[in-house]
């Protein structure tokens, strides 16, 4: 069975400072690799998806992220944080398509001036 | 917005009541998720249907139960709650399988209080 741990309960970081949210997987079989955003009273938002081909996935809000299957990881990072990136982050993981996806505990991303 | 509708937004119900959340998916998906958020367990996925029938089950609980009808809408009974079951119940959709393209988009979930 697959699962997914965030290293990082929480990760502060000061404005345009660089980001990395760090997500390690575990299964047995190919995977496919999810980064969803959490905003305060709402609903997951798909950030980037890797299903196959490159390795380096470029998301919505200029994260991206990049499967090293070899570590077994796909950290999510951005080169500049916003203010209005603060949110709750959760890697998911699916080893079969169509199937329902797997979540980390989540990881939030806090950002101050 | 997603295009997945939640109903109710907010329930506040006691114990040993049962409760039922609605969704409704994006036009077009056939596929409903349901995933429980709660702070010590996180997201928990609890059943998937697709087109009407059940596709995965996940750590979905005997009390629990859910279907999804002709008209693609679905919905999620709880029954004998306890306290334990006050979390965040989120409804997703996607068209059929995401490894083609398609996204799983998620509803801004049903917040559920057990007194």
């Known amino acids: 069975a697959q699962s997914v741990t965030q290293l990082d309960s929480q990760v502060p970081v000061f404005e345009e400072a660089p980001v990395e949210l760090r997500c390690n997987y575990s299964s047995s079989v190919s995977v496919y690799l999810f980064w969803y955003v959490q905003y305060p009273n709402q609903g997951l938002q798909l950030l980037l998806k890797y299903l196959s081909g490159s390795t380096l996935v470029k998301g919505i809000n200029g994260f991206e992220a990049e499967f090293k299957k070899s570590e077994t990881s796909f950290h999510l990072t951005k080169p500049s944080a916003h203010m209005s990136d603060a949110a709750e982050y959760f890697c998911a993981v699916s080893d079969q398509a169509g199937t329902a996806l797997i979540f980390g505990k989540g990881t939030t991303l806090s950002v101050s001036s | 917005d997603s295009g997945v509708t939640q109903t109710p937004k907010h329930l506040i119900t006691a114990t040993g009541q049962r409760v039922t959340l609605r969704c409704s998916p994006r036009s077009g998906d056939l596929s409903v998720y349901w995933y429980q958020q709660s702070l010590d367990q996180g997201l928990q996925f609890l059943i998937q249907?697709?087109?009407?029938?059940?596709?995965a089950k996940g750590n979905i609980l005997e009390r629990f139960s859910a279907q999804q009808f002709p008209d693609l809408h679905s919905e999620l009974n709880l029954s004998s709650l306890e306290l334990g079951d006050s979390a965040l119940y989120f409804c997703?959709?996607?068209?059929?399988?995401?490894?083609?393209?398609?996204?799983?988009?998620f509803g801004e979930g049903s917040w559920l209080t057990v007194v």
């Open positions: 249907y697709y087109n009407g029938e059940e596709r």
């Open positions: 997703a959709s996607s068209v059929d399988t995401w490894a083609s393209g398609n996204t799983i988009y």
